[in-house]
């Protein structure tokens, strides 16, 4: 799992006249309500020109990765419990949806026998989002390298932990359900500060850093390739998270006035915590979800909450509760591009992944990359969009089998 959302405060897309209320992005779905709508014959599709035209070797890699994990047997035991929604599509359905979408794409001559087999084959699906009319806040997020230290030492001085093991969560979505303190009861854990305060995490220390910022960027994005004083590397990914609320510290800073939203981003909150650690130190304090960790084979590094290795602006981290793991997707939003410029962000892409601030329809997570670059443009990603789900209609979903399973005939897609 990963997920770092510090964002500058944006724009939007489909504003109208008058206004929408103030948005509520993490908007709960009512109880037994579907995330999804299917579009009806009478509905217009997306324009999917810009999504035809960005795909390339990375969308291809990403569908393969996807496809592998629906060929694992814990992919089907899991998926009803992560996605309890079947009016919208069964295990079969999602699986098959892959195999078809990525044969299409590889196969047809042009954007437009592409698009006719999909419709053809496909039933589309928008959120509902946090309004009931699509709109979804899309943030990003990236897998950081940091220097850090296996044993506390001069210069690595603020740690992070692994999983205790009062620490309980469902075991198929991974929601955290609070702190077991007897064999009968379950509590809520406690807040950020008094978790670091109390040191009932002794013992528990994986690694130390440079700052306590540089250890609370780590426990937001949830993974991050560790430069060891000795010259190896270490990869450590997400292994829980507590119950508590989530507070964005860009949010904090900024409702504070220590940071204008306008130059909210990573650089500006590295420069205030150096000039007044105290104020960085208290905004993190109100974000009440606490991360633990465990070391990770680096071969499948970054991974998302699938298992799969995620894939620079393809893989999506979504709330698995309300959307359906592994499904394809196109996304219709701006991003963030060098010096702070928007430009159109429309592809397609993968649900591969979760955070801990990603809750609700609301809520999606765009993973930018590895490193430094890919740092400043999850720093400046905040832009509302929304988002679609292509499904296999049932008359297809025999088809398209998983390579690892026996079928019938596979019969070519629609040309036209």
């Known amino acids: 799992m990963l997920a770092f ?21 993490a908007k709960p779905l009512a109880p037994g309500e579907c995330a999804l709508r299917k579009l009806d014959a009478n509905e217009a599709w997306p324009d999917l020109t810009s999504a035809w035209s960005s795909r390339d070797a990375y969308l291809e890699a990403a569908l393969g990765k996807d496809q592998s994990w629906y060929e694992s047997p814990s992919s089907r035991s899991r998926f009803p419990q992560m996605f309890p929604f079947p009016e919208v599509c069964t295990w079969d359905q999602a699986s098959s949806s892959v195999v ?5 794409l590889n196969e047809s001559a042009d954007q437009t026998a592409f698009t006719s087999a999909l419709k053809q084959m496909f039933d589309c699906w928008q959120t509902k989002g946090w309004n009931g009319k699509g709109g979804v806040l899309f943030t990003g997020y990236y897998a950081p390298e940091f220097k850090a230290s296996l044993t506390k030492a001069p210069g690595f001085e603020f740690p992070i932990y692994r999983r205790p093991k009062e620490l309980e969560s469902n075991p198929v979505t991974g929601q955290a359900l609070g702190r077991r303190v007897s064999e009968s009861e379950v509590l809520p854990w406690p807040s950020r500060a008094a978790i670091l305060s109390s040191g009932m995490l002794n013992g528990l220390e994986l690694a130390w850093f440079p700052t306590a910022l540089d250890a609370y960027i780590v426990q937001i994005n949830g993974s991050a390739k560790l430069l060891l004083p000795d010259g190896t590397v270490m990869f450590i990914g997400y292994a829980g998270a507590t119950d508590g609320a989530y507070v964005g510290l860009g949010t904090s800073l900024v409702a504070s006035g220590h940071i204008d939203a306008n130059g909210l981003n990573l650089a500006a909150i590295r420069r205030l915590a150096e000039r007044d650690p105290t104020t960085v130190s208290a ?12 070391e990770y084979d680096g071969k499948t590094w970054p991974a998302g909450s699938l298992g799969v290795q ?8 979504t709330d698995k509760s309300v959307y359906p793991p592994g499904g394809v997707m196109f996304v219709n939003t701006q991003a963030s591009g060098s010096g702070g410029s928007r430009q159109p962000f429309q592809r397609f892409m993968l649900d ?7 809750r609700a329809p609301g809520r999606a997570d765009i993973f930018m ?20 789900y292509f499904f296999l209609k049932n008359e297809y979903v025999s088809q398209y089998p998983l390579p690892a399973r026996k079928a019938a005939v596979k019969v070519a897609a629609p040309t036209g």
Not at 5 to 25: K, M, N, R, S, W
């Open 100 to 104: 078809a979408f990525r044969q299409i």
């Open 369 to 388: 990359g590895i490193g430094s670059a890919a740092e400043t443009l999850a720093g400046g990603q905040y832009c509302e969009g929304t988002l679609y």
């Open 352 to 358: 591969q992944d979760t955070g801990g601030a990603i």
């Open 283 to 294: 905004a993190m304090d109100l974000n009440n979800r606490f991360t633990f960790f465990q």
């Open 310 to 317: 995620v894939t620079d602006k393809v893989s999506l981290a």
């Open 5 to 25: 959302c510090l964002a500058t405060i944006g724009g939007v897309i489909g504003c109208e006249t008058p206004p929408e209320p103030v948005a509520d992005f």
